[in-house]
């Protein structure tokens, strides 16, 4: 389980326990180890398996020192300090305290005590002002930064602070929640060193150093290496993040990780910890989104995205195994909005999106990256799986609008009268869905494959094979259609709390 937790400064996920596992060898070469007791020509043979198997790694050198590359960049670093209005549980990074009533952790014997005695005979709490500290780093010599979003956000007076002291006003130009970007500019400035985004993507094991302002340190550097590309954290940010051991703590929110040529790789955003301190597991936003975004910001102040209209999915190896597709790759439309480009388009639910002008579709998270950076009005060519073929269809995009979060569909209400239950023969049973489509699931079998594949009581199935059942007959009937056709995998659309999903379920006696 994972939570995410926001501050001004800081960006971080907590874990309740954290798993590590570590590989010890001797040194650079790998083997196969062999049997004590082989004889002469087990040994001929096991000398040959362990000659295919070594791995030879290159010789590497790693600089002897940073101080260079330090020197080179740390002017177009700064430090990026707020002033703000938040509501009054809006809490800094140290304790708060409420007319001198002190807040404390909910497992101190005390704070029952003080809490009878907080706001007593006073109106509720008034907005207040608080200060702030992050990163940010300059993209061009005339006075624009980047940093976090999270870190300007709210903000009513904006501070650069540079490495040598000074210090100047910045006005907000864009902010981008969706990524967590913003950019703000200095005015009057015409020689202000800046630093280049990078234009090739790190490899993991490659070297990074972040610079910041962590804890109100300006100036700080911290060094490691690329742990992972492609991470995804969560959150409303589509976007795969690139992962650093490097230290980032408070206030590196926003700084930039550089690689040896001096250009940015990656812009600080999160970290994962168990107590809101580093432990060598940051995430940043890489350099080719960070490029893109700050286009927009500078020239917009604002970001368009292209919008296609579906509600998708990830293609698991049941799902590709339902449709007969030989890789589980691509996006499974869960449902096509009506009136969107999709809908208007012909895409419907139970295609599987596998490309995007020519360019091969891996996942939902994929598609979304794809399409947001399409401009509105641009028309691409979307290659779809559907009844065991492929087909392209051309697809006008819109502009995506921000949406509430509150939009999801709800669960049509069921009435008092509740139809006699079926047991199916894949351990599901089934009741009409009297206040709506489908058949609701009133029951699982434990022991059969559909309870391992997340099946749940409550649940409403929708559709089997893209054929929609309303009754627990059809339901079996489709089940049994599936099995006549020699599928061993059937393609479920259930739906939950307003949410469609797409469930490969194979097939067996119960």
């Known amino acids: 389980m994972r939570s995410t937790f926001f ?34 020509e087990d040994a001929n043979v096991a000398a040959k398996v362990q000659q295919a198997a070594q791995i030879s790694a290159p010789t590497i050198t790693a600089p002897v020192s940073f101080a260079d590359l330090v020197d080179a960049v740390k002017p177009a670093v700064v430090s990026i300090v707020v002033q703000a209005t938040g509501p009054a549980d809006d809490a800094s990074d140290g ?5 001198g009533i002190p807040d404390l952790p909910d497992d101190n014997p005390l704070k029952h005590f003080f809490d009878q005695f907080r706001n007593r005979g006073q109106q509720a709490p008034h907005p207040h002002k608080y200060m702030a500290a992050g990163s940010g780093f300059a993209i061009s010599a005339d006075g624009y930064f980047v940093t976090n979003n999270h870190v300007v956000k709210d903000a009513t007076k904006v501070t650069v602070q540079f490495s040598n002291g000074d210090e100047k006003p910045a006005t907000i130009v864009g902010t981008d929640e969706k990524t967590d970007l913003a950019v703000v500019k200095v005015d009057g400035l015409t020689n202000q060193p800046f630093v280049k985004l990078a234009d090739t993507a790190p490899r993991v094991g490659d070297w990074v150093m972040a610079v910041g302002n962590p804890f109100g340190l300006g100036g700080t550097v911290t060094a490691g290496i690329v742990s992972a590309l492609n991470r995804d954290i969560g959150g409303a940010s589509d976007d795969s993040y690139m992962q650093i051991d490097a230290a980032v703590n408070s206030g590196n929110s926003g700084g930039p990780d550089f690689n040896l040529k001096g250009e940015v790789v990656g812009v600080n955003t999160a970290i994962f910890s168990p107590n809101g301190g580093s432990v060598g597991i940051a995430f940043a936003i890489p350099a080719s989104t960070v490029k893109q975004i700050t286009t927009d910001l500078i020239k917009n102040g604002s970001v368009t995205r292209g919008f296609l209209g579906v509600g998708i999915q990830d293609v698991t190896r049941d799902i590709a195994d339902s449709v007969g597709l030989k890789e589980a790759k691509g996006a499974v439309v869960t449902e096509a909005t009506k009136d969107s480009p999709a809908d208007k388009a012909g895409i419907k639910s139970g295609d599987i999106i596998t490309a995007v002008d020519g360019d091969q579709i891996d996942d939902a998270r994929a598609l979304s990256r794809t399409i947001g950076g399409k401009a509105p009005g641009t028309t691409v060519q979307v290659t779809i799986w559907r009844d065991g073929a492929s087909q392209t269809l051309s697809v006008k995009l819109d502009t995506l609008k921000a949406t509430s979060g509150n939009d999801n569909k709800t669960q049509p209400k069921q009435d008092d009268t509740t139809p006699a239950p079926v047991q199916s023969s894949v351990g599901l049973t089934l009741v009409p869905n009297s206040g709506g489509d489908g058949v609701l699931i009133q029951a699982i079998d434990q022991d059969s494959v559909a309870a391992s594949k997340g099946f749940a009581v409550g649940d409403t199935i929708l559709e089997v094979d893209n054929k929609a059942v309303n009754t627990p007959k059809a339901f079996q009937t489709a089940i049994d259609a599936v099995k006549s056709s020699g599928r061993s995998t059937a393609l479920i659309k259930a739906q939950r709390d307003g949410q469609s999903r797409f469930i490969g379920l194979p097939l067996s006696d119960k």
């Open 95 to 99: 304790g708060s305290f409420n007319n």
């Open 7 to 40: 501050s001004r400064s800081r960006r971080w996920i907590g874990a309740s326990a954290l798993a590590v596992i570590i590989g010890l060898s001797g040194g650079a070469t790998f083997f196969v180890a062999t049997s004590h007791n082989a004889t002469a």
